[in-house]
């Protein structure tokens, strides 16, 4: 069974920083591309970022590029995000998401970990 | 600002049939990428529901149904019943933005 468990919520100040992990299970995880998926409150679904397999790749939303880094370990089964400049309008809840297909899609989600900016 | 566009909600009694549009241009949906489907049930993290426009994932109901057509996409719901009370978002892959994925504005199914 694939099992997706975020880490690292919190509430940062805006112009703060904060990693958030997404630690893997029940699939090959180096076989496999990841991303990251926001969704403010009440609002809908916003992609965010993506890496492949190997790590080798990575895509981000123009709201993130230059702020948010995304990486892998594949010998730990672990994903990150690394956001820093955090600005009021990424409050969220951030999902991390097992990616497949390509132009890719989303077939397996965590349940989420909240990230609050704000002063 | 999302590029492809849902009615915002739709309701149907037990039963019924429900259909959810999903409205692109000729960057994403119309340049034949595909498009997949996802539900949000209260509370709880989306779940892919249709994947490859038309393509159901194993343990997703028959009574889902999905397809596509020019710059558009539909997702169906036949025999609704009240579990499938939830929100659901289309997504596809964007040619012309550095967004590359993207999703619909959403569509709050009610059952009556």
């Known amino acids: 069974e694939v099992q997706l468990l975020e880490s690292g919520r919190g509430l940062v100040q805006p112009g703060g920083s904060l990693r958030l992990s997404c630690a893997a299970s029940g699939f090959t995880f180096s076989n496999y591309a990841m991303s990251w998926v926001r969704q403010a409150p009440g609002k809908g679904l916003e992609w965010v970022s993506s890496?492949?397999?190997?790590?080798?790749?990575?895509y981000y939303a123009d709201s993130v590029k230059g702020r948010f880094t995304i990486s892998r370990d594949n010998s730990k089964n672990t994903l990150y995000l690394q956001m820093s400049f955090l600005r009021a309008e990424d409050t969220a809840l951030y999902y991390c998401?097992?990616?497949?297909?390509?132009?890719?899609?989303?077939?397996?989600w965590g349940q989420g970990t909240l990230v609050t900016v704000s002063s | 600002q999302s590029v492809l566009t849902q009615p915002p909600s739709v309701s149907g009694a037990p039963g019924q049939r429900v259909t959810i549009s999903c409205t692109g241009s000729s960057s994403n949906i119309g340049a034949g990428y595909d498009v997949h489907w996802y539900q949000q049930l209260p509370g709880t993290a989306p779940k892919l529901l249709i994947y490859?426009?038309?393509n159901r994932p194993s343990g997703v109901p028959d009574r889902f149904s999905g397809s596509k057509s020019g710059t558009s996409a539909s997702l169906a719901i036949t025999g609704l019943q009240a579990e499938d009370e939830a929100d659901y978002y289309c997504q596809s892959y964007d040619s012309a933005l550095s967004a590359y994925y993207v999703f619909g504005t959403g569509t709050k199914v009610t059952v009556l």
């Open positions: 890496i492949s397999g190997s790590g080798g790749t990575t």
């Open positions: 490859g426009n038309s």
């Open positions: 998401a097992k990616t497949v297909g390509y132009p890719w899609w989303f077939d397996h």
